[in-house]
């Protein structure tokens, strides 16, 4: 089957803003490795080539004339390229669906969120002019609830089956005259590359004997940034002496959250990192002083389990969560996922996750301090989390999820 997935975000530094660049990258990435011909059409790198074939992977960079000009990343001039990508990019995608049709290729379109529904729109008009639209499965997904204020669903679910990441979104969207299909995010088999135990016991032995906690999100009100800079001020007077070390984003979101730290007392810095276990490690010199650390540099995919796995808990604790990758790729790096009050759909209170039920600190604080006195049931809750993880990789959720879904559409 071949397979064209059209999305904003992707595998570049410059289209990378949150969730939605590793799902679209890690989907496409396991399409290819399984043998089906996958283009990956993305708002790119300007400076890279328009083209490339990585590791069995199309990367079509899109929209690129408009990026030179807009340095901030994806979303920087935003609507000139939701418009470019609308009118230029599905006329191309058309003359390679019909050479892979007349070659009796199934072809499946997957688009992602608000910014290609326009391009879907004109795909649709231009499959059925040629008279191909019936050997073309063509589908939508909804990563998040934003921009469904300009979406025409009516319109949209004639000409496309319209997916989503949970049952939290399906619910969601039923307001809109809505009924998603549910195919729910993976993991790329990187999130369960292991850590040397030389790493793990190295961020430990920085600590000892401190309470490290993580926190990994847009700085966004939904992400409850707040609430975890209140379970670390409930956990210090407590006396259990908590880190927590963040990775937040360039929202203004994120001086309230410094603001706040400080009201509280708690003493906050910023650091950059230098990539990996080491740059990790070495960050956390010296921090007896710091109550909450603030990274302002990438956290690349080792530092990120690492920081995950050595951590008493990696508090997803968001208000409003579509899926909640952090919280599973806490769990496929041996961490402790503590979860939001959306229900993540992976997420089994006491069994693979501490689940959260209110927004008040004194129940997170709860939850941790129960596992830090009971290590077998912190042992138990890492090994089940690993093993719910690795449900979620890719491979499996194509194969037991992604593919029925375009045979039954394709019926």
Known sequence: MDFHHLSFEGPDAYARSGGLASRVTGLSRQLAALGHETHLWFVGDPFLPGYERADGLHLHRWCQWISAYHPGGVYDGEVGKVNDYAHSLPPRLLELIVVAVRAGTPVTVLAEDWHTVDAVLHLDHLLRRDGVRDAVRLLWNANNTFGFEWIDF?????????????????????????????IPNGLEPAAF??????????????????????????????????????????????GARPLLVGRGGVESHGNE??????????????????????????????VD???????????????????????????????????????????????????????????IPGHNAIVLQTPVPGEAVA?????????????????????????????????????????????
């Open 289 to 347: 002083d710091v109550d909450v650390l603030l990274l302002t540099s990438h956290l690349d995919p080792e530092a990120r389990r690492l920081l995950f796995r050595a951590s008493a808990a990696v508090l997803a604790n968001s208000g409003h969560e579509p899926f909640g990758l952090v919280g599973l790729e806490a769990m496929a790096a041996g961490g402790v996922a503590c979860t939001g009050i959306s229900g993540e759909d992976y997420a």
């Open 367 to 411: 939850s941790i301090e129960r596992l830090r006195a009971h290590p077998s049931e912190e042992r138990a809750l890492r090994r089940q989390g690993l093993v719910t993880a690795r449900r979620f990789a890719w491979s499996s959720v194509i194969t037991r999820n992604l593919i029925p879904q375009i045979e039954l559409a394709g019926r």
């Open 193 to 238: 590359a292991p850590l040397h135990p030389a790493a793990v016991g190295a961020v430990a032995g920085h600590l000892a004997p401190r309470l490290l906690l993580a926190k990994v999100a847009r700085f966004d009100p939904d992400k409850r940034w707040i609430a975890a800079i209140d379970v670390v001020a409930a956990l210090r007077q407590r």
């Open 154 to 182: 009516e319109r949209l679910a004639r000409v496309a089956t319209i997916t989503t990441v949970s049952r939290y979104m399906k619910h969601s969207m039923h307001p809109r005259g809505v009924d998603p299909l549910v």
């Open 257 to 286: 959250v410094v603001e706040h730290a400080q009201r509280e007392g708690l003493r906050v810095a910023w650091r950059a990192a230098d990539p990996g276990a080491s740059g990790l490690i070495a960050v956390l010199d010296d």
